[in-house]
């Protein structure tokens, strides 16, 4: 079974660009959609992500919508905990499709580190 985890140094969520993301308006209030508006930086990155390094520079300080835990995704998206591992991965995988592409060095990453099997 794949278990979702982050995988250091690959930023593809950093890709706040609006425009990809159209509904923002449905799971963020409108003080975090004021936030999230106001980090997004050129070429849509995150202006708390570091393009050199690949890290946040506010990890440990970052808006819920940043964060994957069940309690954020369960008042956010109506995601139970039972539900969060694969939804997790399953956004991950969109995501960095999105961002480096479906054979991308950060896809072959992501899967090999949550234990992903393709499934023909």
């Given at each position: 079974m794949a278990t979702w985890q982050c995988v250091k140094q690959c930023g593809a969520c950093c890709h706040l660009d609006p425009a990809y993301r159209p509904d923002?308006?449905?799971y963020l209030s409108p003080q975090e959609m004021e936030l999230?508006?106001?980090m997004v930086g050129e070429g849509g990155w995150c202006v708390n992500f570091?393009?050199?390094t690949r890290e946040c520079r506010i990890y440990t300080n970052r808006p819920r919508f940043?964060?994957?835990?069940t309690e954020v995704f369960e008042d956010m998206y109506g995601i139970y905990p039972e539900e969060l591992n694969d939804f997790a991965i399953e956004c991950?995988?969109?995501?960095?499709e999105g961002v480096y592409g479906d054979r991308s060095l950060e896809m072959?990453?992501?899967n090999q580190?949550?234990?992903?099997i393709y499934k023909e």
């Open positions: 923002l308006d449905e999230y508006l106001s570091n393009r050199t940043c964060r994957v835990e991950c995988q969109q995501q960095i072959l990453r992501f580190a949550v234990g992903y």
